[in-house]
């Protein structure tokens, strides 16, 4: 008996949230379809609005390529901070040795 009060109460919730109401339109239009789709879980699946398998799969192939150009990006902007930081450290050294260069000029005279 309990278990008839969990299959009632699940019942209900799927009709309460529109998933029976969803799932019996797409399978009317399938059923009324004149030419059958060759699959018809693509079928079902793109009318509950998710993408069709051609879809996903270059999705992703995207998500892979998307990746790749990440990590290549991220890599050119690591050389790039670091050459930054050579170039300030550089600049440090040459504004100090001026410094110093200047000093010891005025002190000569």
């Not at 379809?33 to 992703?60: C, H, N, W």
């Not at 990590?71 to 930054?84: F, I, M, V």
């Amino acid at each position: 008996m309990e278990k008839e009060a969990k299959k009632e109460a699940f019942r209900k919730y799927l009709d309460s949230s529109g998933v029976l109401d969803a799932l019996t339109k797409v399978l009317v239009a399938l059923y009324e379809q004149s030419d059958k789709p060759s699959s018809a879980m693509e079928f079902i699946q793109q009318k509950l609005g998710g993408p069709t398998v051609a879809e996903y799969e270059k999705l992703r192939a995207e998500i892979s390529d998307l990746q790749i150009r990440f990590n290549e990006l991220s890599a050119a902007h690591q050389d790039k901070c670091r050459e930054l930081e050579e170039l300030k450290n550089s600049h440090a050294e040459g504004t100090s040795k001026q410094m110093i260069e200047e000093g010891v000029s005025k002190e000569d005279t």
